[in-house]
T-cell receptor, first 113, second 110 residues
Framework: NAGVTQTPKFQVLKTGQSMTLQCAQDMNHNSMYWYRQDPGMGLRLIYYSASEGTTDKGEVPNGYNVSRLNKREFSLRLESAAPSQTSVYFC????????????FGQGTRLTVV | EDKVVQSPLSLVVHEGDTVTLNCSYEVTNFRSLLWYKQEKKAPTFLFML????IEKKSGRLSSILDKKELFSILNITATQTGDSAVYLC??????????FGSGTQLTVLP
C-alpha cells in the first residue's frame, strides 16, 4: 500500500544550490499536485498537473519548476534555492474527472541556509 | 482565481466541548469541497461534499455544504484531546486545481 511516495524526507541546502524533490503514486491517478506548507499558511499550491504531459502554475510558482515524467511521477525542482523556500513540501494525487479525495505523501522538510 | 477562507484561525477548547469550524470559498465551476485533518504529518481525508444540504457524518464529526452561500462547516461534538490538529478545507473547480485555506488550529485541553 504505497500510495504517494516522496523523497527525500529531509534535506538541508545551501543558498544557491539546486535539488529535485521526487514524487510517485501507484494509484493510477491523473492529477498530481505540489504544495508548500509554512507555519500558519495552510497548504499553498505551487504547481499541478491535471494529466500526463500537462502542468500549470498554482498560487506560488516562482522559484520552482516541475516535470510530469510519466503518469506515476511528478518532480519539483529548485534551481537556485533561497532561504524563503524553507518549508515543508507535500505532493498529492487524485483522479481527474471524478469527485474523489486527494491523497498526500508524507512530506519533505527542506531547510535552506 | 479560486479562494478559500477558514475561520477561526485557531481555537482552544476543553474536552467535551462542541466546536464549529468555518470554510467560505470562491471557485469557478464548483466540483467539490474537501475537509482534511493534519496532525504533524500528511493531511488525512475526512469528508468530501458536492451537494448542498446533505450532511456527512463520521462518528463525532459532521460537515455540511451550502452552495448558495458558498460555505461549509465542520462540527466536532464531545471533543477529545485526540481531535487536536489543523483542519484544512480545500476546494476543487473546473481548473482542476485543489486550493486550500490557511487551516484552523484546534487545541483540545484535558
Amino acid at each position: 500500500n504505497a500510495g504517494v511516495t516522496q523523497t527525500p524526507k529531509f534535506q538541508v541546502l545551501k543558498t544557491g544550490q539546486s535539488m529535485t524533490l521526487q514524487c510517485a503514486q501507484d494509484m493510477n491517478h491523473n492529477s498530481m499536485y505540489w504544495y508548500r506548507q509554512d507555519p500558519g499558511m495552510g497548504l499553498r499550491l505551487i504547481y499541478y498537473s491535471a494529466s500526463e504531459g500537462t502542468t500549470d502554475k498554482g498560487e506560488v510558482p516562482n522559484g520552482y519548476n516541475v516535470s510530469r515524467l510519466n503518469k506515476r511521477e511528478f518532480s519539483l525542482r529548485l534551481e537556485s534555492a533561497a532561504p524563503s523556500q524553507t518549508s515543508v513540501y507535500f505532493c498529492a494525487s487524485s483522479k481527474t474527472g471524478q469527485n474523489t479525495e486527494a491523497f498526500f505523501g508524507q512530506g519533505t522538510r527542506l531547510t535552506v541556509v | 482565481e479560486d479562494k478559500v477562507v477558514q475561520s477561526p484561525l485557531s481555537l482552544v477548547v476543553h474536552e467535551g466541548d462542541t466546536v464549529t469550524l468555518n470554510c467560505s470559498y470562491e471557485v469557478t465551476n464548483f466540483r467539490s469541497l474537501l475537509w482534511y485533518k493534519q496532525e504533524k504529518k500528511a493531511p488525512t481525508f475526512l469528508f468530501m461534499l458536492t451537494s448542498s444540504g446533505i450532511e456527512k457524518k463520521s462518528g463525532r464529526l459532521s460537515s455540511i455544504l451550502d452552495k448558495k452561500e458558498l460555505f461549509s462547516i465542520l462540527n466536532i461534538t464531545a471533543t477529545q484531546t485526540g481531535d487536536s490538529a489543523v483542519y484544512l478545507c480545500g476546494i476543487s473547480g473546473s481548473a482542476r486545481q485543489l486550493t486550500f485555506g490557511s487551516g484552523t488550529q484546534l487545541t483540545v485541553l484535558p
